[in-house]
């Protein structure tokens, strides 16, 4: 049943790697088993540049998934309704995310509060019911299969709860069936019946199953990941060994792609880039060298280059090893006395935080503006 799934999105989806195409099919056959899990994956089909198949990607998952909602601009209170309404779950297809969480787009907190909390199958979304004073508070079940597509990225805390697909144009010699929706969406249904029949027969296989999950791959990973290998365990076959393939390479790619949060980056830019193996340095220098980071965000935050007060806002979140929050300390220098880091605060956070440093030795950073290289000395 899973190959016949596979088979009908290679017609008309070409995912970047074979591992995609594991991870999403059985995505497909975990939609149909919510109620025999503690959590569900979002899916999230993520590219830099419109034309990349997003869209079709989320569209074939429609024609597999049961009663898929299409959701662009839905509101929260609209999704939490339908989701505890009487019509049954619905799988939330949400395109066009970007809009909703795109840099121009605005927090949309309660959409992405009901995003978190339907990942979980405990997950709730609480509102005032009622006139006036009559109102009560109502718990409305959250708990559904979402899948997006969209430009750019997600909040962190939606991206650390999804399997994420990042896609890339089709290149020359990358074929695929043109997608016509009156015929194939037919053949889309038809092989949705048999795998939600297929869902059931094998359903004692999968309810409360947790499967060996592949080593280093723990905590919130762990959760997005066990539904797919419960139902790849369930299946048999090569299944088993090519979830497991596919969930340590996707896992790997987030983990090297998304660097965790922009705190995250930021730590470990501190670390790799501009501290590294420099006990400490003012924050005029470690400022100037953030901005030098070609490949980094600090020379352009949200529209302008990231300053001292926006440096000590986001450090101040993390502890040094006293679990104090880490500050700007005063650096004497030929120049007097200068606020500046210590790379001895900032340890603790390093270890917990970022990933393993690189195993090759960093090239030379170029000399410091004069102003720098005295304020280190």
Sequence with gaps: MLDQVEAFHRRFNVFPTEAAYVAVTLWDAHAHLLDCFDSTPRLAFLSPEPGSGKSRALEIVET????PMVAVNATAAALFRAVSGSNGRPT????????????KAGDNEELRGFLNAGHRRSGVTYRCIG???NQTV???????AVAVAGLGSLPDTILSRSIVIRMRRRARNERVEPYRQRIHEKQGHALRDRLAAWAEAIKHLVDGVFPEMPADVTDRPADVWEPLLAVADAAGGDWPARA???CVELVAATKQDDRGSLGIRLLTDLRDQVLNGIDRLPTVAILERLHSLDDAPWGDLLGRPLDARGLARMLREYMT????PVTARNIKSGAGVLKGYYAADLTDAWARYCPPPPETPLLPLPPLPASSEACER
């Excluded at 597999?64 to 009663?67: E, F, Q, S």
């Excluded at 939330?92 to 840099?103: A, H, M, N, W, Y």
């Design 64 to 67: 597999l998934t049961p009663r």
């Design 92 to 103: 939330i297809l949400f395109d066009e995310i970007d809009t909703v969480f795109g840099p």
């Design 131 to 133: 006139d006036g004073g």
């Design 138 to 144: 109502q718990a409305f079940p959250s708990y559904c």
């Design 244 to 246: 497991r393939a596919a």
């Design 321 to 324: 090893s006293d679990n104090t």
